[in-house]
């Protein structure tokens, strides 16, 4: 028996109304990854316009560094702006690890062509562009941004290729020799973790502090110092070996013990900490991209959480 039309129905209408939809969503989910790539580029920029910050470039000075500046910085941000964007799109398609993973040696191409040859932010584009994916397929599924869910997408969907890309023996990055010479983490072991000190140190001491009533930058600040008092950074072990590394935890925790960014004294302390390093020629590299991620995550809780 054939079955009757609806005599109000205009042939063609249902298909174009369900194309409809799908394009309208297929414009949403661009918008929403282009607006993750602007926070995670902002997110960048809050870590280097931060001061004091012990060891590090900013728009004030070089900190331990002579073979880059803020200018460098600065045009490393702006060649990953299309790379935040693509790997938020590849998680929202439940993109494989292999792509992320080609997506992140492109975009090291892209920053390295950037900048001369200078190592700017190999780390933020592992951190950062990690946490873009895993924020793009919590979006895709519709669930809550908040930190649990986002951590816990990170770890289900890529961690059991994070823990065997952590092992991988083939890198030759400053980072990957110190880890053989002295056993300290680094962010592949972060990553392979589900970034244990975005979540659990500097997003919550950031939060402290602005729950305080305390400025934004002090709480980036205080998340940073918090960051140094807790990882063994692979950045400060190339440099300044066991002994510049005890150095930075030291003086890191000694800062947070005294009240972070709430005692009186803050802003020298912090300088006198930025003087220690720049003259030790310790940068505290990997916890200033872990700053970066957690400036991302506060971003993009915010309003949710």
């Given amino acids: 028996m054939a079955v009757s039309k609806d005599p109000g129905a205009t042939p063609g209408v249902a298909s174009a109304t369900a194309a409809g939809f799908a394009g309208i969503e297929d414009a949403a989910a661009k918008a929403f990854c282009r607006q993750m790539a602007r926070r995670a580029v902002r997110s960048l920029y809050a870590e280097l316009v931060l001061y004091p910050k012990p060891g590090l470039v900013s728009l004030v000075d070089n900190g331990s560094h002579t073979d880059m500046n803020a200018a460098i910085f600065m045009r490393s941000m702006f060649a990953l702006r299309r790379y935040f964007q693509k790997i938020a799109e590849a998680g929202m398609r439940d993109a494989s690890f292999h792509e992320l993973k080609r997506l992140g040696i492109d975009a090291e191409a892209r920053m390295l062509r950037a900048t001369g040859g200078i190592n700017t932010h190999r780390g933020a ?10 924020i793009g397929r919590c979006r895709a599924q519709g669930l809550s941004m908040t930190p649990a869910t986002i951590q816990s997408m990170l770890v289900q969907r890529w961690g059991d290729e994070l ?33 244990p000190s975005v979540f659990d140190v ?24 918090a960051l140094m008092a807790h990882i063994s950074d692979t950045n400060v072990y190339h440099r300044g070996g066991p002994d510049g590394a005890l150095t930075v935890r030291r003086m890191a925790r000694a800062f947070v ?21 720049a003259a030790a020629r310790l940068s505290p590299g990997g916890a200033a991209d872990l700053l970066g991620a957690v400036c991302l995550l506060q971003a993009v809780c915010e309003v949710t959480d």
């Fill in 125 to 134: 584009i592992f951190c950062l562009g990690l946490l873009c994916a895993a």
């Fill in 257 to 277: 013990a005294r009240g972070g960014s709430a005692a009186p004294d803050w802003e020298a302390r912090a300088l006198a900490c930025h003087r220690t390093f």
């Fill in 163 to 195: 823990a065997g890309h952590s092992l991988d023996p083939g890198t030759r990055s400053h980072g990957a020799q110190a880890l053989l010479r002295y056993a300290a983490s680094g962010a592949r072991e972060e990553g392979a973790r589900g970034f």
């Fill in 202 to 225: 500097g997003l919550p001491a950031m939060r402290r502090t602005l729950s305080a009533g305390r400025s934004m930058r002090l709480a980036r600040v205080d998340a940073l110092f």
